[in-house]
């Protein structure tokens, strides 16, 4: 039996705005890092550690069980000693990388040019203001 506030607390799978759990992945600090290292083919997590610059190990595992989860990739663990676990894109995590790789590419692009703004904001913020 349904009630009308249990209705109303699950939204509709069509609701645009269920789209903020994709930007979720998409704004996360790691994970498109983890998905652009993963383009080429499966990599193991000591691999990924050394491949994504300041990823700790903790974010690092925290990262790949919510693309997991999410169906962006695909955990194997093979039974050897000591035991080999890779990460894999699952075929729609390729999309979500073909989706995003002109994102990555305008950031490193257009790094130098940010860091020149911030630098150029924070000399201005730390002059004094004559109208205040």
């Known amino acids: 039996m349904s009630t009308a506030?249990?209705?109303s607390q699950q939204a509709p799978p069509e609701d645009p705005c269920r789209t903020r759990a994709v930007l979720d992945i998409v704004g996360d600090k790691w994970s498109l890092l983890v998905v652009r290292n993963l383009s080429d083919g499966p990599r193991r997590f000591t691999e990924l550690k050394r491949a994504v610059d300041g990823v700790?190990?903790?974010?690092?595992?925290?990262?790949?069980?919510?693309?997991?989860?999410?169906?962006?990739?695909?955990?194997?663990?093979?039974?050897?000693?000591?035991?080999?676990?890779?990460y894999e894109l699952t075929p729609m995590g390729r999309t979500l990388r073909e989706a995003t790789a002109p994102l990555l590419e305008w950031s490193?692009?257009?790094?130098?040019?940010?860091?020149d703004a911030r630098a150029a904001y924070d000399a201005r913020s730390e002059s004094p203001h004559p109208d205040r």
């Open 108 to 115: 490193i692009t257009h790094l130098s040019h940010i860091d």
């Open 5 to 7: 506030g249990s209705e």
């Open 56 to 86: 700790s190990q903790r974010m690092l595992t925290v990262t790949l069980r919510s693309l997991e989860r999410d169906g962006i990739l695909t955990r194997t663990v093979r039974s050897v000693m000591p035991p080999h676990v890779s």
